[in-house]
Structure formats: structure tokens, C-alpha cells
């Protein structure tokens, strides 16, 4: 299973907005709606920001917002935050019933 | 409050063993699938293993297929990683994570290094 591809890096200024993406194949991405995203700071575990392709778990910034067309998935972050510069990693379900990772993106606030 | 709490890591030589467990609480245990994701030093993440709440669905990554073991004991609400065969690749943070809503992972413990080298 290969990892689903994202950006290196993406990067924005303070209150812009930025997206990231995530593509896979029919087997993965967009066979099924279980895209997730996870935000992981230097040093800490990943925290989950989005499940169901656009679902925030409870205490996600509603700044957060996912969404699919085909076999890419998109993150996009408004009102970009100091705090938000971190790795971002999707992930999604697949046909194997196994789960695939992203290569990661590291977002960094200008 | 969720807590999941990995221990077991070290250094290890390639070819040797070495045993992983995951101490949870905070939730009903038994309820939930669990997986082991792993990170490699300055990499991204790649999933391992995932187990079923009952134990009676088990998966593994192709990179470890044959070689690693994914258990659990939900009267300990632990689960377990036995890594036998151990190569320099398998070098990394490992982190025991909950599976939850669509397939995606809602809690993960602190994580525990294994490096292996000679």
C-alpha cells in the first residue's frame, strides 16, 4: 500500500487561508468517505482534526474544514494562527481493510 | 479521560525482540478497535497492526507482516505489539492509538522508541 500524497509544505500568512491535499486512488481516497486528518506539533502525537472526510471531532476549531472530489481530499485552514504551524497527515481507510498515511505536510505561518 | 499509555521500548539488536504494551483506561476497552502506528525518526507516520475489540479481526502492514504480533487483554485493558525479526527500518516512535468514527484514530498515547541497531 502506497502512502497517499500531500504537499511537502504550504505555507501563509497570519488570518490568511491555506489548503492541503491528499490524493490517493480508487482504493483508498475515493472508494470511501473515511478520510481523516491528524495535526501533529514537534515532539507530540498526532491529534485528530477531521474523520468522515468533513467532521470535526468536539474542540476542533471550526477553522478546520475537510472535503473530497475524486480521489483527492482537501484540508483547508481559515484565519491561518501561529498555532496552527505543525505537520498535517491524512489518512485514509482502504479496500484491504487496512489504513494508509499521508506523506505529510508541514504548514508553516509566515 | 482518555489515557492510553505505551511502554516496552528500547534498543535492540537487529534480529531480536521485543515486546510493546499499551495500558489504557478512561473508556470501555473492550468496545473499541486498537492499532499501533508508527513514526521513523523525521518521518511521517505509517499504520501497523489493528485489532478488533474482540480480537477476532487482526491486520497488519505488509512491512511487518510475518513478524509482528498484535494481541490484547481486555480484562488488562492492554494491548500488545510482539516485534520479532526486528530490522534497522523498524526503528521509530511507536504510538498505540483507538480507532473510532469512520475509521479514523480519536486518542493516541505519548508513543515509546524502539531503535535497533548493533
Known amino acids: 500500500q502506497s502512502a497517499l500524497t500531500q504537499p511537502a509544505s504550504v505555507s501563509g500568512s497570519p488570518g490568511q487561508s491555506i489548503t492541503i491535499s491528499c490524493t490517493g486512488t480508487?482504493?483508498?481516497?475515493?472508494?470511501?468517505?473515511?478520510v481523516s486528518w491528524y495535526q501533529q506539533h514537534p515532539g507530540k502525537a498526532p491529534k485528530l482534526m477531521i474523520y468522515?472526510?468533513?467532521n470535526r471531532p468536539s474542540g476542533v476549531s471550526n477553522r478546520f474544514s475537510g472535503s473530497k472530489s475524486g480521489n483527492t481530499a482537501s484540508l483547508t485552514i481559515s484565519g491561518l494562527q501561529a498555532e496552527d504551524e505543525a505537520d498535517y497527515y491524512c489518512?485514509?481507510?482502504?479496500?484491504?481493510?487496512?489504513?494508509?498515511f499521508g506523506t505529510g505536510t508541514k504548514v508553516t505561518v509566515l | 479521560e482518555v489515557q492510553l499509555v505505551e511502554s516496552g521500548g528500547g534498543l535492540v539488536k537487529p534480529g531480536g525482540s521485543l515486546r510493546l504494551s499499551c495500558a489504557a483506561s478512561?473508556?470501555?476497552?473492550?468496545?473499541?478497535?486498537m492499532n499501533w502506528v508508527r513514526q521513523a525518526p523525521g518521518k511521517g507516520l505509517e499504520w501497523v497492526s489493528s485489532?478488533?475489540?474482540?480480537?477476532?479481526?487482526?491486520y497488519y502492514a505488509d512491512s511487518v507482516k510475518g513478524r509482528f504480533t498484535i494481541s490484547r487483554d481486555n480484562a488488562k485493558n492492554s494491548l500488545y505489539l510482539q516485534m520479532n525479526s526486528l530490522r534497522a527500518e523498524d526503528t521509530a516512535v511507536y504510538y498505540c492509538?483507538?480507532?473510532?468514527?469512520?475509521?479514523?484514530?480519536?486518542?493516541w498515547g505519548q508513543g515509546t522508541l524502539v531503535t535497533v541497531s548493533s
Open positions: 478512561g473508556f470501555t476497552f473492550s468496545s473499541y478497535s
Open positions: 489518512s485514509s481507510y482502504t479496500s484491504s481493510s487496512l489504513y494508509v
Open positions: 468522515e472526510v468533513s
Open positions: 492509538a483507538r480507532l473510532e468514527l469512520g475509521f479514523s484514530f480519536d486518542y
Open positions: 485489532i478488533s475489540s474482540s480480537s477476532s479481526y487482526i
Open positions: 480508487s482504493s483508498d481516497v475515493g472508494g470511501y468517505n473515511y
